[in-house]
Nanobody
Framework: VQLQACGGGLVQAGGSLRLSCVTSGRTFRYYDMAWFRQAPGKEREIVAAISYSGGRPYYVESVKGRFTISRDNAKNTLYLQMNSLKPEDTAAFYC??????????WGQGTQVTVSS
């Protein structure tokens, strides 16, 4: 399974980034997917999730109104549009199945750094 997250970078507070995650295999369309993030010294947390069909989006309270999750099942790709970024959003971002745990493959992730 390939989980190739990209689109991260260094941005000033208030800026925007769009993350993409290309997955391999034919099963992407059958899974609820999610974006997770892990800041230095903190545990990995779920940021946003979306159902296999593209509905029922979920957002952690701290990103509601700023982040938008979406997916393109034809392209096996998951997206995260991040607006009004804050320094506390600085973290490594990963995509995976919504129920993925520490024992699952996570890929390299993509680093998001927000300067104040």
């Amino acid at each position: 399974v390939q989980l190739q997250a990209c689109g991260g970078g260094l941005v000033q507070a208030g800026g925007s980034l769009r993350l993409s995650c290309v997955t391999s295999g034919r099963t992407f369309r059958y899974y609820d997917m999610a974006w997770f993030r892990q800041a230095p010294g903190k545990e990995r947390e779920i940021v946003a999730a979306i159902s296999y069909s593209g509905g029922r989006p979920y957002y952690v309270e701290s990103v509601k109104g700023r982040f938008t999750i979406s997916r393109d099942n034809a392209k096996n790709t998951l997206y995260l549009q991040m607006n009004s970024l804050k320094p506390e959003d600085t973290a490594a971002f990963y995509c995976n199945r919504r129920g993925a745990g520490p024992g699952d493959y996570w890929g390299q992730g993509t680093q998001v750094t927000v300067s104040s």
